[in-house]
């Protein structure tokens, strides 16, 4: 038997994506392994609930790379409606 598809699973960010990083509580440390660099990175940023510390490096690596972060207080508070998601 021949599939018609095959599942392929990403191993880092989607480059021009939208990433959500949802806190799950405790310190750390958190770190990010592929996607988050000059060569490939989202485009948007949702945080929720981050730990202080990642977010703040978060914050700065989305700085310099020109990745627009949003604060998201709920989760049913995304801002989905005022986007096109590609």
Do not use: C, N
Not at 8 to 24: E, F, H, N, V
Not at 48 to 75: H, N
Request: glycine residues 10%; proline residues 5%.
């Amino acid at each position: 038997m021949v599939a018609a598809y095959a599942l392929k699973y990403r191993t880092g960010l989607k480059d021009g994506g939208i990433t959500w990083i949802i806190g799950a509580g405790g310190a750390g440390p958190y770190t990010i392994s592929a996607g988050f660099d000059v060569a490939s990175h989202p485009a948007r940023l949702l945080l929720t609930d981050v730990p202080a510390a990642f977010s703040a490096w978060l914050k700065v690596r989305a700085a310099q790379l020109g990745i627009e972060v949003t604060e998201v207080s709920k989760i049913e508070a995304a801002p989905w409606s005022s986007w096109m998601i590609s």
